[in-house]
């Protein structure tokens, strides 16, 4: 794992994290910017000081590669999804004794995500049929174990897999993007049961979606087809193509803290604007 200086336009390595003994599935940094966590192959998560990619906490619990983490809101506590079908919540503080809560989903966790407000986690899977949930939301603030309150069925092909899913800034929809079934949806997150809101087809296989700060667009990052670009930018209001790139596959991707641009890989470039002082984050 390594952190990178964007601060001249171009990037440069910082510093590199070399604990895990297999393969780093997901990263992500903490609210403060302070620490990051990490989930790997190797059955692990770490949790890294930012500063000196020092490892300060190293986390084994899960009986199969561990495919997605996301620090909550308020730094507290950590969420994990893993292939063994299993979402846990970690505490970021308690070394000695830091799981939370368990909860078992219907397959192998592919992307999770928080609510704004830290009470919600929604978990997209893995290699599902049409009969069986493809997006499920859990109710986090319960003492005793977390509860699902919600989930949603949105007929992909058999063999599909959601690859991403995001929460809105303001907490209100959910949007996913479709691997094999090559489509982005938004949801109501008070009504995943009714099915998508919008949708808009992918020429791609679908990678990976993320919301604007201010929730007005989408960028999703999709591998190549012929006559598509594999970066796209959408108006989340009705689904509007905005702008395309990328003529390689686009796996992963992140906006600037201000909105203007994502950068995507690869290779590391902007659609819109210069981007202003940054940081990146990737897994060798």
């Known amino acids: 794992m390594r952190t990178w200086s964007f601060e001249d336009g171009t990037c440069t390595p910082l510093l590199t994290g070399t604990s895990h003994e297999g393969v780093v599935r997901s990263v992500h940094w903490s609210p403060d910017g302070r620490r990051l966590v990490s989930g790997s192959e190797d059955l692990t998560l770490r949790v890294w000081d930012s500063t000196t990619l020092a490892s300060v906490l190293s986390i084994g619990s899960h009986a199969d590669q561990v495919q997605a983490v996301r620090f909550a809101p308020d730094g507290a506590s950590i969420a994990s999804g893993g292939a063994d079908k299993m979402l846990v919540l970690w505490d970021n503080g308690d070394i000695g004794n830091p799981v939370l809560r368990s909860a078992s989903v219907h397959d192998g966790v592919s992307s999770i995500d928080w609510s704004p407000s830290g009470s919600h986690l929604v978990v997209a899977m893995l290699f599902l049929s049409p009969a069986l949930n493809t997006i499920e939301l859990f109710d986090a603030t319960l003492s005793t174990g977390m509860s699902k309150s919600a989930a949603a069925t949105d007929g992909y092909a058999t063999g599909s897999s959601l690859w991403s899913v995001a929460f809105s800034p303001d907490g209100t929809r959910i949007a996913s993007i479709s691997y094999a079934g090559k489509q982005v949806s938004i949801y109501n997150a008070n009504d995943l049961a009714s ?43 009705d689904m509007a193509l905005l702008d395309s790139a990328m003529d390689d596959r686009t796996s992963s991707l992140a906006w600037s803290p201000d909105g203007r641009a994502p950068p995507h890989t690869p290779p590391y470039r902007t659609l819109l604007e210069p981007l202003p002082r940054a940081s990146l984050l990737s897994s060798p």
């Open 195 to 237: 099915g998508p809101l919008l949708s808009a087809e992918l020429l791609g296989l679908g990678y990976v979606v993320k919301w604007s700060p201010d929730g007005s667009r989408l960028a999703t990052g999709t591998t190549y087809a012929a006559g598509s670009k594999s970066f796209k930018l959408w108006r989340s209001s």
